[in-house]
């Protein structure tokens, strides 16, 4: 007791300490405390997580250290989408928005080296190195989890940076359900989420159809364009787009040792660009650009014992998915393009590439990345309180780009065996071990270890991890090339099949304690890269033949050639802490902080010499803090109230300036209404995001430290239905399904 | 493990087979097909028009990789209208071989001295070739207004032989006697870029250019800058003309040099280490375009001013600009400019002369027509 005593004095003074930084304190990747409608309150000491190992840990013993985001500071925070809520709930990610989709850091590594899963499967697809993150609904969000590193054998040795783990929100309860969440914000800004569930036991089917919408944002109309400052630019911050995604998945339980599931989605994405503008070089675009995904999956899961047996269950389940991403480029003027002309009908003109007029309302393929693969895994508990993972896994990747690679399309395939151990017969220690063994059509064989040690002592835990990575070159790093125009800079970017597969060492220590009211955590890690891959800037002459004279940038500019490249090496270490404490039931601070350094040794062409630069976009302190107070009025009505803020120093970049240092604050409130047990409940959310307007209004196309529009009013509702089965609400993730409960 | 990636990509194949390879190419092919005819069409009109009002029968199409600046669209026009002085006899055609160019021109490039947004459609010149032959004129010359027979001016060279070749979709063939008759009476010509001939064209630049800058050689360096050419096997090697020209003008006054901003071992600082061992260390450098027109190799990489166009960190970047870095390298960098601009080789009256003259001496074109028939 003293020395818990001493823990939340100790608590209390450090949040206090960084309050003046932080306070009131955001949604750090504990706490954040929101009673459910039923009163049940949330706690992370129940909190379950699977992403680092690939079987259920409470949050508290997982042998991997593992950042979660819960489904009530999700509640709480209000998020606008997965970028909103991964920089305003977390201190580790940096995003900067692109004209395509999401530039995503984590611990200084971009999209290419994290990887996103959602409930276990990798998300599919990118365009210039930017993911579209818009596949994921926030509003169907159960939780996340977030594991550093390639510190995971279980879902491949490629996440250098780490994995984001996106456990959406089911229901596995008999009876109806549906749910339909609006919200609102300036800028036209509309997010709808619609979930039909409807289960019979031993069948289920679950549609979920979302739609995003935005009119976009300029924060300035000053860009530096053709050697001169101009103060009209019709360019906007963000871009305003649209949206919708329908899914559906239908499970099938013939036993209680079998589960049979089949599922579908179709997303589509138009990206508009401004029309008004009056510099073509940079704010006039002749073209929007589209997105078209599709997937499809099935998969069984075979146990090995009865129900009866418990949470220990040993499995066996096959899945396998198929993944399209076709990116399009639909045209609002008349564009010549280059076009390869392929065909009889083209005559002499067959195999040339050729200009093309495309007309308003045509559209065009950019690219459409198409994706296969199979995995069986098993789960097996053994003696000894050692748990065995296997699995294997076949991935094909397939990329159709007629104008964008040399011979119209280009494949790869990877195959990966992996088997993890979990040793956990000592009270005071867990070990988890791990080898990846990867072959890929390219580049051989490689074998990757993992290791992780965990020693308990009460609420105390102290990990250790060292992991390998292992990342070969994706298709488009070794096949694509196209020409990326970014206002009046035009870059010339080439495939290279010459890359050799990146390499990286990782080492974590942490120590957390997590005890009933207070939980603190730091961690430490240094990751090393070899044989990173770079755009580097490359004589124009390497720009392949015959492409040459048609992709010669606008006319008297130059076009920059640049080629994927092994640089030498590059290291990140970091630290990040997070605080939280529960004040009283109804009061929780929170806070995190990460600290990042990084180095990459580019080789530089011009020179003949190696430069030792910071990688681009990283700033060494980031913060967010939070503070949430809910309150019960009677049975029917709860409020929320979070207060949150975020930040962080300057970003570094090397060309283009660097991004400026920020701080913004967020209020949300949330209000519950209706009884427990009923069918109906509503809930209402209105908040006000940057609080204090804070806008950067950097030029175009200098960098931004944060591209937020200033101050936007949003407001949701909610409103569920649930007939049938009464069901615990939302209590998916604190139930306690394993054995690692605490005693 | 062979045995499971088998398992593996059997189970895959069976689940996935149907909509994997969905494809919609030939949807794609088909409007990129129509959009190529009609083009033809819109060309082809034009040209006839043009050709039923002037009553001419002679063709100068003008091939220009393009600009997206309002002062060179001016020195194309001129060019334009000084053919047309010196050929009256001909319709003088004006192309854009750059794609990028013809549609940001036509989007509204920049704007004129006033302030004023200048739109221009520019054609192109495949498919303006296509409508010269489909207007049947009994003699064409097609001019290069490149300054190197480099890369660019290859594509000229490619357009030309495929337009003889009747190298067009099926639908959109030329009348394959009219063009073998072009051939065969000598009557389709290629004019050479400016420095196409060592012996002839360089001394005769690096006497106009003399001509002009005398006062300025004799006050300090006259330092002139060019593009360069991507050397590479598929492309004319034409760098070499950088170099005979400097040859050829310092021996007229060893002042002059000539820099490129992207021929290796050319560059600015390539040029300041020759001038630094011809012992000129400091002074007046005098900085022109070697290029057609002023576009924005001249207004940024050469002229630029200011801070963003120099970086102390890293002197010898390619952003930085001619001006800033011999500034930076205690020289006293001067911009000479005609209405604010600095000029292009096509608005020097002698040096736009060379290139009508290259267009009046052409050589026809030999053994560039193969009918599209070879069994008849």
Redesign the interface.
């Known amino acids: 007791m003293t020395l818990h005593r001493t823990l939340h004095a100790a608590a209390a003074t450090a949040i206090g300490i960084l309050s003046p930084l932080l306070l009131p304190v955001s949604a750090s990747a504990l706490a954040g405390e929101m009673p459910y409608a039923d009163g049940m309150p949330n706690d992370t000491l129940r909190e379950v997580v699977v992403t680092a190992t690939g079987t259920q840990h409470l949050l508290r013993d997982v042998p991997v250290q593992t950042e979660v985001i819960t489904r009530s500071q999700l509640e709480a925070f209000g998020g606008r989408s997965i970028e909103d809520i991964l920089s305003g709930l977390t201190s580790s990610f940096a995003f900067s928005q692109g004209d395509m989709g999401s530039q995503m850091q984590l611990g200084g590594l971009g999209n290419s080296y994290i990887l996103i899963l959602i409930d276990g499967k990798r998300i599919h697809g990118d365009v210039g190195g930017e993911n579209d993150l818009g596949v994921i609904d926030p509003h169907n969000i159960e939780r996340i989890e977030i594991v550093k590193g390639a510190q995971s054998a279980l879902y491949g040795s490629d996440a250098m940076a780490g994995v984001i783990n996106i456990i959406t929100k089911k229901r596995t309860d008999k009876g109806f359900f549906a749910e339909n969440t609006t919200r609102y914000g300036m800028h036209n800004d509309l997010r709808q989420h619609n979930s039909v569930i409807l289960s019979s036991g031993k069948f289920a089917s679950q549609t979920n159809f979302q739609m995003q919408r935005s009119d976009g944002w300029q924060n300035t109309s000053e860009e ?1 364009a ?2 001169m400052v101009l103060t009209d630019s019709k360019k906007k911050t963000s871009n305003a787009f649209r949206n919708w995604q329908i899914a559906e998945r239908l499970t099938y339980k013939p036993s209680g040792r079998t589960e049979l599931y089949a599922e579908g989605s179709y997303y589509k994405k138009n990206i508009c660009r401004p029309r008004n503008g ?4 940079c704010d ?1 675009y ?1 073209y929007d650009l589209r997105y078209n995904n ?1 997937s ?1 999956s ?1 998969g069984a899961k075979i146990y090995l014992a009865d129900e009866s047996a418990g949470t220990q269950r040993s499995y066996i389940s ?1 899945d ?1 998915d ?1 993944d ?1 991403h076709a990116y399009y480029y639909d045209y609002t ?7 390869l ?9 067959d195999g040339e590439w ?6 308003p309302g ?1 559209s ?2 950019q690219s459409d990345q ?1 994706r ?3 995995q ?1 895994k098993g789960i097996f508990y053994l003696p000894a309180q050692n748990t065995l993972n296997a699995g ?3 991935r ?1 990747d ?1 990329l ?1 780009a ?1 104008e964008r690679t040399e011979n119209g399309s280009a494949d790869d395939w990877t ?1 990966a ?1 992996y088997i993890q151990d979990e040793f956990d017969r000592l009270e005071w220690l867990n070990l988890t071990a791990g080898l990846r ?1 990867v ?1 890929n059509v390219n580049f051989g064989v490689r074998l990757t270890p993992k290791a992780s040690a965990m020693f308990s002592a009460g609420d105390f835990r102290f990990r250790l991890g060292w992991s390998q990575g292992f990342k070969t070159p994706t298709v488009k790093e070794l096949h694509y090339r196209y020409l990326h ?1 970014m206002g ?1 800079t ?1 870059f010339f970017n080439i495939g290279n099949t010459s890359l050799n597969p990146q390499t990286s060492n990782y080492y974590s220590a942490n120590i957390e304690y997590r005890g009933r009211r207070f939980t603190a955590s730091v961690t430490g890690y240094l990751n090393k890269l070899d044989n990173m891959i770079a755009l580097v800037n490359v ?3 390497e ?1 392949p ?2 492409i ?3 992709y ?7 076009v ?1 050639a640049r080629m994927y490249k092994n640089m030498d090496d590059a290291r990140t270490c970091g630290l990040d802490v997070t605080l939280s404490y529960k004040v009283t039931k109804e009061l929780t601070l929170s806070s995190a902080y990460s600290y990042l350094d990084t180095e990459a040794n580019l080789y530089d062409v ?2 003949d010499k190696m430069t030792a630069v910071t990688i681009d976009g990283t700033a060494h302190h980031k913060w967010s803090a939070s503070a949430t107070y809910n309150h019960s009025f009677g049975k029917l009505y709860k409020l929320g109230v979070g207060l949150s803020t975020r930040g962080s120093s300057t970003r570094y970049y090397q060309n283009n300036g660097n991004g400026k240092p920020f701080q913004i604050w967020r209020i949300n409130t949330t209000h519950n209404f209706g009884r427990a047990g009923k069918p109906l409940a509503y809930r209402l959310e209105v908040g006000v995001d940057n609080i204090f307007n804070y806008v950067d209004r950097t030029m175009h196309p200098y960098h931004l430290g944060t591209n937020t529009s200033g101050t936007t009013v949003h407001g949701t509702f909610s409103i569920t239905f649930n007939y049938g089965k009464r069901l615990q609400k939302h209590k998916t993730s604190t139930k306690v399904k394993t054995n690692y409960e605490e005693s | 493990m062979k045995n499971l990636k088998t398992i593996l990509k059997a189970a895959f194949a069976l689940c996935i087979a149907a909509p994997l390879f969905s494809s919609c190419g030939n949807d794609e092919d088909t409007i990129t097909y129509q959009n190529i005819t009609s083009e033809y069409t819109i060309n082809d009109e034009m040209v006839a028009n043009q050709k039923k009002a002037s009553k001419k029968d002679v063709a100068v199409l003008l091939v220009a990789f393009g600009s997206t600046w309002n002062n060179a669209f001016n020195a194309f026009d001129a060019t334009k209208a000084a053919y047309e002085a010196a050929f009256p006899e001909a319709d003088v055609y004006f192309s854009f071989s750059s794609d990028i160019c013809i549609n940001r021109a036509s989007a509204g490039e920049n704007t004129d001295d006033e302030g004023n947004i200048v739109k221009r459609d520019y054609y192109e010149p495949r498919y303006l070739l296509h409508a010269i032959g489909a207007a049947k004129y009994s003699k064409i010359y097609v001019q290069s207004l490149q300054v190197i027979p480099g890369e660019e001016f290859s594509a000229v060279v490619a357009s030309v032989k495929k337009f003889m070749n009747n190298g067009y979709v099926t639908s959109a063939h030329l009348d394959d006697q009219y063009l073998a008759e072009l051939s065969e009476n000598k009557a389709i010509y290629l004019g050479l870029p400016l420095l196409n001939d060592p012996n002839t064209d360089v001394p005769a630049v690096a006497n106009q250019l003399d001509t002009l800058y005398s006062t300025e050689a004799s006050q300090g360096v006259v330092a002139f800058m060019g593009h360069g050419n991507p050397d590479t096997y598929d492309t004319f090697k034409a760098n070499v003309r950088y170099q005979q020209l400097e040859s050829a003008l310092q021996a007229i006054n060893p002042n002059y040099y000539v820099g490129t901003v992207d021929m290796e071992n050319n560059f600015k600082e390539d040029v300041l280490s020759r001038m630094q061992s011809n012992g000129y260390t400091s002074g007046k450098i005098y900085l022109h375009a070697l290029m057609s027109i002023a576009g924005d190799h001249a207004h940024n990489d050469m002229a630029g001013a200011g801070e963003d166009y120099w970086d102390a960190s890293d002197e010898e970047s390619g952003d930085n600009s001619w001006y800033e870095y011999f500034n930076h390298k205690q020289y006293e960098a001067v911009v000479p400019t005609s209405n604010n601009h600095p000029l292009g080789l096509l608005e020097l009256e002698g040096i736009r002369n060379i290139w009508i003259s290259h267009t009046r001496n052409a050589e026809p074109l030999e053994d560039a027509y193969h009918s599209m028939y070879p069994e008849e």
């Open positions: 530096f053709e050697g009056t510099h073509p070089s006039v002749t599709a499809a099935a096959l396998a198929w399209k003027a008349g564009t010549y393009e280059s076009i002309l392929k065909g009889e009908e083209f005559g002499q003109l050729y200009p093309v007029l495309m007309k045509q065009r393929l198409q296969v693969m199979t069986l294997a896994e076949y094909y397939y159709r007629p195959a065996v063994l072959e125009v009046s035009s004589p124009v002459g720009i033949a015959g040459t004279s048609a010669l940038g606008d006319g008297s500019g130059a920059q011009s020179k």
